[in-house]
C-alpha cells in the first residue's frame, strides 16, 4: 500500500512510495534488517546509541522520535563509551546481531575512532553514524567544522576511513540507498565485517524524499558457512596425519563460527592438544584433556612448551598476533610447519602456511572426517597431560590464600571470583596486567565466559562492554574487571548502568598506578618512569605517597552500590553480595602487589640501543639475546 506523500509531492508513477526524511527512511531501513545463520532468525540492528547535538539532533533524534517503536534507544555518556557496548552486545550475540551509534559532528565524531578501531581489529560489527557538515555548503563554516584548505569535502569523519570495512557519506538522498545496503553487506558478513561508517551531513538527515516501499520491507542476510576446497582440505589432513607433535591453536573465529562442539569432537578422537589465544580461551572447557590453556607471552608452561617442540601447529580461527607467537620466537622447532584454518584468506596465509580457507566448523568438521582412525602417539597424550596437571597445580598455588585476614593478591581476587561464578557468568577485561593472569590461570568454563579484548587492549572498555554484555544477555552475572588505571579512563557509563538498570558488577582494583605498564617500564630499562600515581617529591620524581584519591566514593557518586573489601575474607564475600545483587554493584579493593606465575614467553618492546644509565644498559643486553631467537617462517 502507498502512503500518502507531502504536499505538492506527487508519487511516481507505478512505484509504491513512502515520503521520509533520510533520517526517518535510515531508522526504518534498519529496523527491518535481520541475519540468518543455520535456520536461526536475528534482528541485525538490535537498538541504536546516541549523544545528541546539533549534527544529529534534529535528524537522527527526530527519526527516533517518530520511530520509537521499532528502534530502541540508549542514552551514552561517552561517544568512544557506546562504541565499545555495541561491541559487547555483538560479542556476545556471536556476531549476528549489533547496534547502531549516532553522534553530532566534530568532538562526538572523532570520539567514534578508538571504538572503530578495536570493533574492526576484533572483526565485531558495529554501524557508525556521525553527523557532517551541510552537503550544500550554504552555512560553511560550522561550528566545530574543519575547514581543510585545498578540500572542501574533508571533514573530521574521515579519520574514521582507516578504521572502517565500510565508509560512506551520504550527499544526496537517494544515495542512502546503495550505501545502506552494502553497509549491512559488510556487518553480516564473516570475512568483511567490523566498523562501518555512514557519514550524514545534517542538511541531508532532514531532507525528504520519496522512497522505494520496498527499501522498508523486512530483508534477510543469510551468514555463510563456506565449506574447505577439497585438495585443501587434502593437503591439511595428510599433514596432521603425517605430525609427530601436532599443536592447535584457536582463537577468537571458533567463538564466531560457534565452532565448539566441532573442536570437541575432533580433538577427542584424535587427542590434538589444544592452546588458546587471548580470543579464543574457553572454546573448551579449562577441564578438558586436550585443553592446555593459553599460549604465547603470556601462555601457560605446558602449552608455550609444547609449541617450541611442535612439527605442525593448525591455526583456527586466529590472527597470530605478536603475543601469540612471542614475537616470532615461539615456534623453535626447525621443522615445523603451518596449517591454517581460517574464514579470512589474509589470516589463513600468515606464517607461510598451508591454507584451509573456510568457515571454522563446515572445516573442523570436514578435518574430523578426514581424519577418521587417527590418533596421536600415546605417549605424546601422557606428556601433555602430564604437563596440563603440573600447571593446574601452579593455579591452585596462585590462588590459595593462606592468611584470609590480609589483602588479597591480583591472583588471589581471581581465586576468589573463581569461586563465586558457574558456567553463566560472563568475566570482562581488556587491559593491565589483568589480561596475563586471567590467559594464564583463568578456568573458563565457556566460550561465552571469557570476554578480554586482547586485540586492541583498549583501557576503558570493560564498564561500557558489560553494559553491551548484560543487554544482549539480561540474566547472566556480567563480571567487569578493571584496575584504577582503567577506571579513571572511562567510568562514565556507570550512569548509564544505573539508567538502565542493569546489574553489571565492577570489581575495581586500587594498586595506585599503571602497575602492567611499570613493570614492563623496569623490564626495558625505563625504570617505572610515569607509570606511578603518587605525589611529586622535590627532585621531580613520582616516588611520593599515594594520591589521596578515592575511587570507590567516586563510583557510588555515580549510583553504584559499592563493597570496600580489605581483607580476602571480606572480599569473598563482598563478591557473592554483588553477584546476587539486581542493581550496578562495585567491589573495591585494594590488592598486594605479589607477582602472579611469570611469563613463559618473551615479547619483543624493543630497547634503547644507546643509553647513559646502566637499567637501560643491561635491558638492551637481554633483548639482543632474546631478538636473535626470533624465527621467520618460509
Known amino acids: ?48 546509541w546516541g549523544v545528541f547535538g546539533h549534527g544529529n539532533v534534529a535528524g537522527i533524534g527526530q527519526a527516533l522520535v517518530d520511530h520509537a517503536d521499532v528502534m530502541p534507544y540508549h542514552q551514552g555518556r561517552n561517544e568512544q563509551a557506546m562504541v565499545h557496548a555495541a561491541v559487547g552486545y555483538a560479542r556476545q550475540r556471536g556476531r549476528l546481531s549489533a547496534q547502531a551509534v549516532t553522534t553530532s559532528i566534530g568532538p562526538g565524531a572523532t570520539n567514534l575512532v578508538t571504538g572503530a578501531a578495536l570493533a574492526t581489529i576484533n572483526r565485531l560489527p558495529v554501524l557508525l553514524l556521525p553527523g557532517d557538515y551541510f552537503a550544500s555548503h550554504v552555512a560553511d563554516p560550522l561550528l566545530q567544522q574543519l575547514e581543510h584548505p585545498s578540500a572542501a569535502d574533508v571533514s573530521v569523519n574521515d579519520t574514521l576511513r582507516p578504521v572502517s570495512r565500510w565508509f560512506d557519506r551520504i550527499t544526496r538522498p537517494e544515495a542512502l540507498i546503495p550505501s545502506a545496503l552494502n553497509a549491512m553487506r559488510v556487518l553480516t558478513d564473516p570475512v568483511e565485517t567490523g566498523a562501518v561508517t555512514l557519514a550524514l551531513p545534517q542538511d541531508v538527515q532532514a531532507e525528504a524524499h520519496d522512497w522505494p516501499a520496498e527499501f522498508f520491507a523486512d530483508r534477510v542476510w543469510r551468514v555463510r558457512r563456506p565449506a574447505p576446497d577439497p585438495d585443501e582440505l587434502a593437503g591439511a589432513a595428510a599433514a596432521i596425519r603425517r605430525a609427530a607433535r601436532p599443536l592447535i591453536v584457536a582463537g577468537g573465529g ?6 565448539e562442539e ?9 587427542g590434538i592438544p589444544v592452546a588458546v589465544t587471548q ?6 572447557r579449562h577441564d578438558h584433556p586436550a585443553d592446555v590453556g593459553g599460549i604465547g607471552h603470556t601462555g601457560t608452561a605446558v602449552a608455550d612448551d609444547l609449541a617450541r617442540t611442535a612439527d605442525l601447529v593448525v591455526g583456527v580461527g586466529t590472527r597470530f598476533t605478536d603475543f601469540t607467537t612471542a614475537s616470532g620466537t615461539l615456534f623453535q622447532n626447525p621443522d615445523v610447519r603451518f596449517v591454517n584454518l581460517n574464514i579470512t584468506a589474509f589470516d589463513a596465509h600468515k606464517l607461510a602456511a598451508a591454507t584451509l580457507v573456510c568457515d571454522a566448523r563446515a572445516g573442523l568438521a570436514a578435518l574430523a572426517e578426514g581424519l577418521a582412525g587417527h590418533r596421536v602417539a600415546a605417549a605424546y597424550e601422557a606428556e601433555y597431560r602430564g604437563g596440563k596437571e603440573r600447571w593446574e597445580r601452579v593455579v591452585e598455588a596462585a590462588y590459595r590464600a593462606d592468611d584470609d585476614s590480609a ?32 590467559h594464564r590461570l583463568w578456568r573458563a568454563r565457556s566460550s561465552r565466559q571469557y570476554h578480554v579484548e586482547y586485540g586492541y587492549s583498549c583501557m576503558g572498555y570493560e564498564i561500557p562492554a558489560a553494559i553491551g554484555v548484560q543487554q544482549a544477555a539480561p540474566d547472566v552475572p556480567v563480571w567487569a574487571l578493571v584496575g584504577d588505571g582503567t577506571y579513571l579512563m572511562m567510568p562514565t557509563e556507570i550512569v548509564t548502568a544505573v539508567q538502565e538498570e542493569l546489574p553489571i558488577k565492577v570489581v575495581l582494583i586500587q594498586n595506585h598506578g599503571y602497575a602492567s605498564i611499570g613493570g614492563l617500564s623496569e623490564s626495558v630499562g625505563a625504570e617505572r618512569f610515569g607509570t606511578a600515581y603518587r605525589r611529586r617529591t622535590p627532585d621531580g620524581s613520582f616516588s611520593g605517597p599515594p594520591l589521596p584519591v578515592d575511587l570507590a566514593a567516586n563510583a557510588a557518586s555515580l549510583g553504584m552500590d559499592v563493597l570496600r573489601a580489605g ?15 539486581d542493581r ?4 573495591y579493593v585494594e590488592t598486594d602487589p605479589s607477582d602472579a606465575p611469570a611469563a613463559e614467553a618473551w615479547w619483543d618492546v624493543p630497547v634503547a640501543e644507546v643509553a647513559g644509565r ?15 631467537r626470533r624465527r621467520r617462517p618460509l
Not at 646502566?614 to 636473535?628: D, I, K, L
Open 567 to 581: 581483607t580476602v575474607a571480606q572480599l569473598r564475600a563482598a563478591l557473592r553480595t554483588a553477584r546476587a545483587a
Open 407 to 438: 589483602a588479597p593478591s591480583q591472583a588471589q581476587l581471581l581465586g576468589a571470583l573463581d569461586a563465586v561464578v558457574d558456567d553463566t557468568d560472563v568475566v570482562i577485561n581488556a587491559a593491565g596486567s589483568l589480561p596475563g593472569d586471567l
Open 279 to 284: 580470543a579464543g580461551k574457553g572454546v573448551l
Open 1 to 48: 500500500m502507498t502512503e500518502p506523500s507531502g504536499p505538492g509531492e506527487p508519487e511516481a508513477p507505478g512505484t509504491p512510495t513512502v515520503r521520509l526524511t533520510v533520517a526517518q527512511a535510515l531508522v526504518r531501513f534498519l529496523a527491518a534488517q535481520h541475519t540468518e545463520r543455520d535456520g536461526v532468525r536475528h534482528r541485525l540492528i538490535a537498538g541504536m
Open 584 to 587: 550496578p554493584t562495585c567491589v
Open 614 to 628: 646502566p637499567a637501560a644498559a643491561e635491558a638492551r643486553e637481554r633483548y639482543v639475546r632474546e631478538a636473535a
Open 262 to 270: 566441532a573442536l570437541k569432537a575432533l580433538v577427542g578422537a584424535t
Open 254 to 259: 571458533v567463538r564466531h563460527s560457534a565452532a
